[in-house]
């Protein structure tokens, strides 16, 4: 494409329509996880935090695509409402690693089966390879823009 030129019509490009699903997605989230009282970014947190307990507000917010700032929000919530724990001091450094609470896992367990079944009507179209396909090509997406000291 020559500078000055358009991506064309915008139902055939790639990044516009990743950015619509993402968009699509995470709407059908928030719907999902409204009468939990949780938002996406305060379930993510949720979510990586049962499969890496003890991450830092920086590596949360790296996982989690939120700004450090905004990671402060979401864990001062989770944290007022009993589903994180952090310590009043950092055993070493100054993290504070945070951890889930058992209300906490108990709420990602109901968090996560309303977003299974968000996940599952968005894949409904879809046969088991090419979802499987699927899952590969935006990981390959992903990687492609994905600067190597990131990785």
């Known amino acids: ?14 990044g516009y329509m990743l950015k619509r699903a993402a968009t699509a997605l995470r ?4 719907t999902a ?4 009282e949780l938002t996406v970014p305060q379930y993510s947190c949720l979510e990586v935090l049962s499969q890496r307990p003890g991450l830092s507000n920086a590596e949360l917010a790296r996982a989690v ?8 929000l979401v864990l001062r919530g989770l944290q007022d409402r009993g589903l994180v724990t952090r310590p009043a001091t950092a055993p070493q450094g100054r993290a504070l690693p945070s951890t889930l609470t058992p209300a906490g896992r108990a709420q990602l367990r109901t968090a ?15 046969t088991s390879a090419q979802q499987d396909r699927l899952l590969a090509d935006l990981v390959a ?5 994905t600067p190597p000291d990131d990785a």
């Not at 494409?1 to 790639?14: C, H, I, N, R, W």
């Not at 709407?27 to 928030?30: D, I, N, R, Y």
């Not at 089966?113 to 894949?123: D, P, Q, Y």
């Open 1 to 14: 494409m020559s500078q000055g030129e358009t991506v064309g019509p915008l139902d055939l490009a790639v």
């Open 27 to 30: 709407a059908a989230m928030e």
């Open 33 to 36: 996880l409204r009468p939990l």
């Open 65 to 72: 695509f939120v700004t450090r700032q905004s990671m402060n």
């Open 112 to 126: 996560s089966g309303l977003v299974r079944a968000v996940e599952k009507r968005m894949l409904e179209p879809f």
């Open 141 to 145: 997406c992903a990687d492609a823009l």
